[in-house]
């Protein structure tokens, strides 16, 4: 029944790969003989499709991880601050790159993310280790995220015209800013990111038995609580760096799989929180393409309009 419906979820996926690339806002075939549609779909739509696919997967895989280190089912990048972190990094970036113009290309911006979300990721790890991984975790994230707020309101208030709008148009979230090199520095760095994430599940699973049972089963716990905690810092920190604070991906879709696909295999859960992320990132780009309105939505808002109603869903269901 598993396979089954993991089977299911991937032929969704595909289909809405192939929407997505070649039928929104009209349909492209990679066969015609018009130039100009053949490179709208090589060079724009193609890399878009792509991005979201990589994006949604690194942030589902990441809040799982997340979830599951912390044992609450609402952590999730953005809401822990790790997204905020990450956010406030590329702001200093992009806003400081009038002043230094070097700073301002991909590379950077995907390190300033990394940099950013790792550091608030440690911050939680500290806390977590001295108050534990309760609803104190939850309030910490939700105060990191103010504080990075209200530091990136400075770095507004001092931005030139320029830089604050395309800040502003980053913030928003997209899929279609990823090309070239840099399209294949951030699918090459997520994919490593979740094969690394796939590698150490099973002293995951472990040492949610217990530190003393992790340990006679030869689990370093403070080893494997870093690493996962770096490898979750490259996934939302880069998807972050070069999409945009995309909220509730991270939070609800390993919800979701819990309630899909009942099982304690985490490297089955890892790879179906993977598929199912990158299906929302898909339907969120696809609604953000359609034009429903007239004008295009941004991804952010697309993606909060799909996981907030289930995240409130979340808590109302929650007894305590």
Known sequence: MQVYRLSIAFFGLITLLTISAFAIPEWISPFQPDGIKVDLLWNYRLPKTITALFAGASLSVSGFILQQLYKNNLAGPYILGVSSGASLAVGMLIIGSHYFPFLNHGFGISLAGFIGATAILLLVMLVSS??????????????????????????????????????????????????????????????????????????LSAMLLGDEVAHSLGVNTKSISLQLLICTGILSGIATAYCGPIAFIGMAIPNVSRMLFKTVNFRFMLLVNGVLGAAMALISDIISSSEIFGFNIPVNVCTALIGGPFIIYILLKRKQ
Not at 164 to 193: C, P
């Open 130 to 203: 001295r108050f534990g991984s309760g609803a104190i975790i939850l309030l910490f994230g939700v105060i990191i995220g103010q504080i990075t707020s209200a530091l990136q309101g400075l770095l507004n208030y001092m931005a030139v015209p320029g830089d604050l709008k395309n800040f502003t148009l980053w913030s928003m979230g997209s899929f279609s800013q990823v090309i070239e090199f840099d399209l294949l520095f951030f699918g090459v760095s997520s994919l490593l990111g979740i094969i690394w994430a796939w590698l150490i599940m099973p002293q």
